[in-house]
């Protein structure tokens, strides 16, 4: 069930071109820039012998091209969560960067605005491996990318108590 930020997301490639084409080429866009990030990842990480099976892994599997070219609920998350996984693996690596760390919980809240699924796994595997690992650190910017985080859920926040919790309680009516 996508989110208010998948439409909102798609919306701006529609002012532009106004087809329904070219919000396929956007979902197109996002997804081979994702798949790119997370190859050149893999090249530099394990070599080029990791980057060609990676590339292969990914631009072969069948669930992968369908949901990128998928024309009426194209994926959107993928870039998302391939920054998510960059920004979480340089930190694992110990690249102390106050940009990573801020980063992250804004992407999370992208992502859960994409897909409500992410809302339940995302964030809270987010903030579980930060408490966890990323002890002894500069916490300032953690809590701004939460304020960053709380700043990007505003507006679905007003237009859900604008409804009377209507989202929210056809979310809680499929997980429970």
Not at 53 to 59: D, I, K, S, T
Not at 76 to 96: E, P, V, W, Y
Not at 112 to 130: E, R
Request: proline share 6%; with cysteine; glycine share 8%.
């Amino acid at each position: 069930m996508p989110g208010g930020g998948h439409y909102s997301l798609l919306s701006i490639p529609y002012r532009f071109t106004r087809s329904f084409y070219g919000l396929q080429a956007f979902a197109l866009l996002l997804a081979v820039l994702a798949t790119g990030l997370l190859v050149r990842h893999a090249w530099v990480q394990g070599g080029p012998a990791l980057g060609v099976f990676y590339a292969a892994a990914l631009c072969f599997n069948p669930y992968f091209v369908f949901m990128s070219s998928n024309f009426w609920n194209p994926h959107l998350l993928l870039l998302f969560l391939a920054l998510i996984f960059l920004a979480r693996s340089a930190l694992a690596q110990g690249r102390d960067s106050p940009l990573l760390l801020f980063a992250l919980l804004p992407l999370a809240a992208i992502c859960a605005q994409l897909h409500f699924i992410t809302l339940f796994i995302v964030p809270p595997a987010l903030l579980l491996y930060l408490l966890l690992f990323y002890r002894g650190r500069n916490w300032k910017w953690f809590w701004l990318g939460l304020a960053g985080a709380a700043a990007l859920f505003l507006p679905y926040l007003i237009e859900e108590i604008q409804h009377g919790f209507t989202n929210t309680r056809a979310m809680q009516l499929m997980t429970g």
